[in-house]
């Protein structure tokens, strides 16, 4: 607590300067939370592990046995899962009551080193032969149980990376930026189709209180990733697009307004702050092209004085959004009041 707050406080005979030195004895003496620190702290010791694991697998294949790798991954999978049942809760469709941290951890180890088994698996014997689909479709199955028994938002979220690899989603990060290439086939329909769904399941899971605080990971990523498609059909060129560029205008419009919606209902500023970027892009982006579009001297002329006006009102519009971001999100709560 702020000194100068205890201070005014006593002026006005709020407090007496007794309880002013109990006030500030407490706020010396309170201990610090490090909750959030221990949690970064496994979140990383856990990433570290399963990485380090895959790195010294692959550096020493000609000095280990194969069968001695897979043993070795598969007990630390097998450990991981197998302490995470140990400690689990009885099932519910509520937010499960958390009696151990460590078992979340132990948890998300399991389904890395898994995906690590699953891999290699594959690389040295081919379990799967020719059928590739079943490497994501596994995990995928395994990662949605286990988010759901175990109440694991991080492995719902592992559940529905390995469902969009599944149905053909998935690409290198850098690839994108690779010669300005948006006709890559995993932004196509099927990815706002997808989205669409993880959307509306996540909508359901809060509608139907199955589960609902999964509501938010769903959503969050649904919509980034319908979003994302929609925003590439924008930049793809006529022989390689998919969705039509007015199309995906609409739709970022669409998903915008859906999410300014779900941003003010669960009071979450991420979702309005989302929706306001992925609209602006899609108003911007029509406004441009309407400029581009036009033939005559007068009303191009025109369009660039229009353009002045445009961008300094639609910064001074993100300035003023910023500023009531707050009563933006929270202005139905203070009307009921």
Known sequence: MDPNILASLQERQIVTPEHARALAEHERTKPFSLYFELRALLSL????????????????????????????????????????????????????????????????????????????????????????????LLPALLFFYCAYRF?????????????????????????????????????????VLLGMALMAAGLASERYHRKPHFAYTYVLMGSNLALLAALTSLFRSDDTAHLPAALGVIMLLAFSAVLWWYGRHSHSYLFVLLAALYG???????????????????????????????????????????????????????EGL
């Open 45 to 136: 010791g856990v990433t570290l592990l399963s990485t380090g694991l895959g790195i010294y697998i692959y550096q020493n294949l000609d000095s280990i046995s194969h069968a001695v790798i897979v043993g070795a991954i598969a007990a630390v999978s097998a450990a991981g899962f197998g302490y995470a049942y140990w400690r689990r809760q009885p099932f519910t469709w509520a937010e499960a009551p958390r009696v151990s941290v460590f078992a979340d951890y132990a948890l998300l180890l399991g389904c890395l080193t898994f995906l690590t088994l699953e891999g290699y698996l594959q690389a040295q014997y081919t379990v799967f032969g020719s059928r590739y689909g079943l490497m994501p």
């Open 151 to 191: 109440d694991h938002r991080g492995v719902l979220a592992m559940g529905i990376t390995a469902l969009a690899a599944w149905v053909g989603i998935a690409a290198a990060p850098a690839d994108v930026f690779k010669q300005n290439d948006f006709s890559a086939p995993y932004l196509d329909v099927i990815a």
């Open 280 to 334: 602006y892009v899609a108003v911007t982006y029509t406004f441009i092209q309407l400029i581009a579009a036009l033939d005559s001297t007068i009303l191009s002329i025109a369009a660039i004085y229009c353009a002045m006006v445009y961008f300094p009102a639609s910064a001074a519009a993100v300035i003023w959004l910023l500023k009531n971001l707050k009563k933006i999100v929270r202005g139905h709560e203070s």
